[in-house]
């Protein structure tokens, strides 16, 4: 189960975007982004979420030398810029589309806060999100300082049959249908996407799983 899309079966999209709501709907439109447009920049002002209707967008920041750092890369249904539903008056990060079709639905936090105290499980399972995201990245940031490429690989690909995995009932394999390319899976564990293939072919050779563009198959074996 994809637990960022369904939030343990709650669709975010079909509860939250405001073209589904009589009170916003008039007012309310799409943003469309092309590939590298930015979404909105590090220091900008932290007054709505984003809801992804189609397209892929990269969430991230910049060091100080200027190097990007990226945090997390997200598809369609998913939400980001959370971190206003805290009280966060400005943004941390950078968003960015990596699509040419992106369309976002944004969510003014007034209206997310108004859902949040009229439905308490709703409420919960928000935060629930948020602490996940935080865990999660927190994890990949301990696997980037101090484990090796490959175990960051094989625990990036454990991550994938979490979201993205269902299990094959011919095989008993994990099949993984995602969204990534190979140079965005390598930038999220911080290596180079050249190093990630090989470790992939590497695993591939062991046989420890298959894979093609957009599709890995954990091997039942493995």
Not at 79 to 85: R, S, Y
Request: glycine fraction near 4%.
């Amino acid at each position: 189960m994809r637990l960022i899309w369904t939030l343990e079966d709650v669709d975010l999209f079909s509860m939250l975007c405001p073209h589904k709501f009589k009170a916003y709907k008039k007012e309310h439109d799409f943003l469309n982004y092309k590939k590298e447009d930015y979404i909105y920049f590090e220091e900008d002002n932290a007054n709505k979420v984003y809801l992804i209707e189609k397209g892929k967008v990269k969430i991230g920041r910049y060091t100080e030398e200027g190097d990007e750092v990226i945090k997390a890369i997200l598809s369609k249904g998913e939400l980001f810029g959370e971190n206003a539903i805290l009280g966060m008056d400005k943004r941390d990060e950078f968003a960015k589309s990596l699509d040419n079709i992106t369309s976002i639905c944004p969510v003014g936090v007034d209206a997310m806060h108004d859902l949040m105290r009229d439905n308490k499980p709703f409420s919960f399972r928000i935060y629930k999100l948020i602490g996940f995201r935080i865990k999660r990245l927190e994890r990949r940031l301990e696997l980037i300082m101090f484990k090796d490429t490959e175990t960051r690989v094989d625990e990036f690909l454990k991550e994938l049959a979490e979201d993205y995995g269902y299990c094959c009932p011919n095989t008993g394999d994990t099949v993984i249908k995602h969204p990534y390319t190979q140079k965005d899976i390598a930038h999220l564990i911080g290596t180079s996407r050249p190093t990630f293939n090989a470790i992939m072919n590497k695993f591939k050779e062991e046989n420890r799983i298959d894979f093609s563009r957009n599709e890995i198959r954990l091997k039942i074996s493995a």
